[in-house]
């Protein structure tokens, strides 16, 4: 077993559980900042520290294991800016970027963001290629960011890396990648009613032959 805090108040947990269980463990009801538990949604970012050292670090609560003598505690969520902004109206360039993330231009290279993000992503170099308005390399770089707001938290210069490069992945699936056919094709066959009549079938089935449908769907025998 090992002590933990949450709160201020120790507690004694099996080793082996994550920050989320070892909280459940305790008796905590974790209805907000919990989603997936695997490291997909982001929703369970956290901060923790020990005992004589108040360092605070990062992790996803959902994959950090307890450790002897860690410190919890509930934060809130990340409130990062999220500017909103036209896609169809926009351009796929540095300056674009730019205007309405203008903070982009104070990042002096600190690295919190790339050390902060617990998918080991490389923020603050795709942060630098937003810069440069490298919109592809930032879409490729930053495609497994799960928005868990870890990289805002830690950046002194209030930049918002993950909306920042959400934007760049917008701007390139908007403008860039070329469209892709399979998906005009299916859109068509969407619009023509090519499969009305299934999806009528599949709203007047009762919840039990829903279940025993998607049980024996091919996919599953695959
Ligand atoms: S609960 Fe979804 S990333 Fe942790």
Redesign the pocket.
Known sequence: MLDIYIMGKRYQVPEGLTI?AAMEYCGYRLIR????????????GTVYNFKNDPTLRYA????KLVEQDMYLTQIPFFPAAKPSYDLEKMEPTGEQILKIYPELLTCFGCNNCTKSCPQDLEVMWYMSDALRGDIKEVAIKSFDC?M?GLCAARCPQGLVPYNIALLCRRLYGRYVTPRSKHLDDRIAEIEEGKFDAEIKELQNMSLEELRQRFDKRKILKE
């Open positions: 989320q900042g919990c989603g997936c538990r695997a490291a997909f949604c982001g929703a369970c996803l609560a959902c994959q799960i868990c």
